[in-house]
């Protein structure tokens, strides 16, 4: 009885799943009946919404790959560090204060980070960079980085804290420093932890829709320059499904397209995850 | 305990009464129109406590929409019916009263530390906008030589408004045409916030707005290169507005009325109330109203339930105020 209830709520999430992907293929399916896919993933002009149509969806993944770079080159380096100074330098006692502080950062809602980045970060910004617009990649780029620290934090000092004591001894008997220990023998005994909680944020950075949706500018161009506005895939689908598009046109369905192109796309680094960690899992007793 | 529940039915008669004595009205449309129908709303709730009145912004387009599904009773539009819509009202038997309440001008603005645009001809602000600008008009100095070599950024009401259905038809020459990488938004403060923080920025919306935002924004005048009807740019101010010289981007705005939900009192009583304050109330939130021969005109029809357009499906570049009084009151 219980069994079958704990099995048929597993299979639950598994059919919501597929019915996700079965309603995203299905209307994708449609979409491309009517635009080719070629044009789709070499156009560089995304118009769906005007006279002149073009449905090239470049200009969107330009402006998440903008966004999801920024993040990273501010969580990656924030996260790690703070990471490994929880795991191999700090006392018990700061660690089990600090790292709950940390994880408050990923409880923030995400509009409440949208707005802090464009009236906040994107005004103090502009104190430095004179001309950066009002809506740019770079300040919700910087804030997305802000809320993806603890996934990154908190997943890599769970997997270097679970790295046995014995390793880190057998380093130090060795005569390593600390810094020593920590970079040459804890974080690689890690790796398989750490590597996955960097593709859980990109992943989260990728999906993200809020924060780009108000601080980012809406404006589809192909551009790599932070410091303009743009629009991301996710922060399309919001200003799609938000105006008064009706139901079943090809303006409609663009938003089906883009998002299967997402799903590929954290699909794929879902599965490059798993397979790290599997492949990197370092086994010890 | 027992207290408890008599006070809990208690509240629950209170509640339910309350809930059936008051009635709803059912207002959406234009981001535009909403200022002063919000404005006109108040006034009448205040007078009419028993009455709600709801008012959405979905844009003309997608008020329309809902307009002619039959969800609700009054749509704000910033531009008139289209042909096409006035079709799905017809496939849902929706009849309807159009009644124009006030006057706005389209006001194109730029950062207030922007010392180099003085005024922008119409010629300049196609070039801008057109679908051909898309990715080669980059740069301030492709529309005048003298302007800074730094990027334009845009910023325009979305694809869904009827402001940008206006400025399309009146700037490029055709409805809904116009280049696809600029900040769309149907929320016209988001557009105040985009321009306000960014130097190199341009863009439009309804002079109202701009009336709230004097001290973040710079208004451009516009120059439409015809003597006839004002020399040299203008500015969309209110006599200029009245005098036709602010042309192309001034043009009438407008309530329609569902004929099946004229038919109920409190309907009557809220274009009544419409009529006779709307003129004040859109003066009062930045707009320029109509004479008021207009207002009378305007009940006049609805009390006769002329249903129909006088526009034809048709979206028409600057009708003056004469034209209009004109074409109501045939």
């Given at each position: 009885m219980v069994e079958g209830a704990l099995f048929l709520s597993a299979l639950l999430s598994v059919f919501i799943t597929l019915g996700i992907i079965g309603v995203l293929l299905f209307e994708t399916l449609s979409f491309f009946g009517e635009v080719s896919i070629i044009d789709f993933l070499t156009d560089t002009q995304w118009?769906?919404?005007?006279?002149?149509?073009?449905?090239?969806?470049?200009?969107?993944?330009?402006?998440?790959?903008?966004?999801?770079?920024?993040a990273m080159a501010v969580a990656l380096p924030i996260g790690l560090i703070s990471a490994i100074y929880l795991s191999e330098y700090s006392s018990d006692r700061v660690r089990t204060t600090v790292k709950p502080f940390l994880e408050i950062l990923a409880a923030v809602p995400t509009v409440v980070y949208g707005y802090f980045a464009l009236l906040f970060v994107t005004p103090l910004l502009q104190k430095f960079i004179p001309d950066l617009s009002?809506?740019?990649?770079?300040?919700?780029?910087?804030?997305?980085?802000?809320?993806?620290?603890?996934i990154i934090s908190s997943l890599s000092e769970d997997a270097m804290h679970a790295v046995p004591t014995g390793l880190r001894e057998g380093g130090y008997a060795l005569g390593s420093t600390r810094l020593q220990v920590a970079l040459r023998v804890a974080l690689p005994a890690a790796f398989s932890g750490v590597a996955a909680s960097f593709i859980l944020g990109i992943?989260?950075?990728?999906?993200?829709?809020?924060?780009?949706?108000?601080?980012?500018?809406?404006?589809?161009?192909?551009?790599?320059n932070p410091?303009?506005?743009?629009?991301?895939?996710?922060?399309?689908i919001v200003q799609v499904s938000m105006g008064d598009t009706p139901y079943g046109t090809i303006e409609y369905r663009t938003i089906f397209a883009a998002g299967m192109s997402l799903f590929v796309v954290t699909f794929v680094l879902n599965i490059i995850s798993y397979s790290l960690r599997k492949r990197f899992r370092e086994v010890y007793e | 305990m027992k207290t408890f529940s008599i006070m809990g039915m208690m509240l629950i008669l209170l509640v339910s009464s309350a809930w059936a004595k008051s009635t709803l009205i059912k207002v959406d449309g234009s981001s535009t129109v909403f200022p002063i129908t919000e404005a006109v709303a108040e006034?009448?709730?205040?007078?009419?406590?028993?009455?709600?009145?709801?008012v959405g912004i979905s844009g003309t387009g997608g008020g329309f929409k809902k307009f002619c599904a039959g969800e609700t009773d009054i749509s704000d539009a910033s531009r008139p019916i289209k042909l096409s819509e006035v079709e799905q009202c017809l496939d849902n038997k929706i009849q309807y009263v159009e009644l124009p309440i006030a006057y706005d001008g389209l006001a194109v603005m730029v950062n207030p530390k922007n010392d180099w645009v003085d005024h922008l001809t119409v010629k300049e602000l196609k070039k801008m906008w057109e679908p051909a600008?898309?990715?080669?008009?980059?740069?301030?100095?492709?529309?005048r030589p003298n302007w800074p070599d730094k990027e334009i950024h845009l910023f325009g009401p979305g694809a869904d408004s009827g402001t940008y259905d206006y400025f399309t038809e009146a700037i490029v020459g055709k409805e809904h045409a116009s280049r696809g990488d600029f900040t769309a938004s149907e929320d016209d403060n988001v557009l105040v916030q985009g321009i306000a923080s960014d130097l190199y920025a341009l863009g439009f919306f309804g002079v109202a707005y701009y009336e709230h935002n004097k001290d973040r924004l710079k208004l451009v005048p516009v120059d439409d290169e015809k003597d006839s009807n004002g020399k040299g740019p203008v500015l969309p101010e209110y006599e200029n507005v009245v005098k036709g010289t602010y042309q192309p981007l001034a043009r009438p705005i407008f309530i329609y009325v569902s004929r099946k939900s004229a038919d109920k009192p409190e309907i009557q009583a809220f274009v009544d109330f419409y009529m006779k304050n709307g003129g004040a109330l859109s003066k009062e939130v930045g707009y320029i109203s109509l004479p008021d021969k207009a207002y009378e005109l305007g009940l006049n029809r609805f009390q006769k339930r002329v249903a129909g357009s006088v526009f034809g499906g048709k979206s028409q570049v600057g009708v003056g105020i004469e034209d209009l009084l004109q074409r109501e009151g045939k």
């Open positions: 118009t769906p919404l005007f006279s002149e149509k073009h449905f090239g969806v470049l200009p969107l993944f330009a402006g998440t790959f903008l966004t999801t770079f920024i009002g809506f740019n990649a770079l300040s919700p780029g910087i804030v997305m980085g802000i809320m993806i620290i603890p992943s989260r950075a990728v999906g993200e829709t809020m924060i780009v949706a108000i601080a980012a500018g809406l404006q589809p161009r192909l551009t790599l410091f303009v506005p743009i629009e991301t895939v996710t922060a399309y | 006034e009448f709730q205040k007078k009419n406590p028993g009455v709600k009145v709801t600008a898309q990715g080669k008009i980059k740069k301030w100095n492709q529309i």
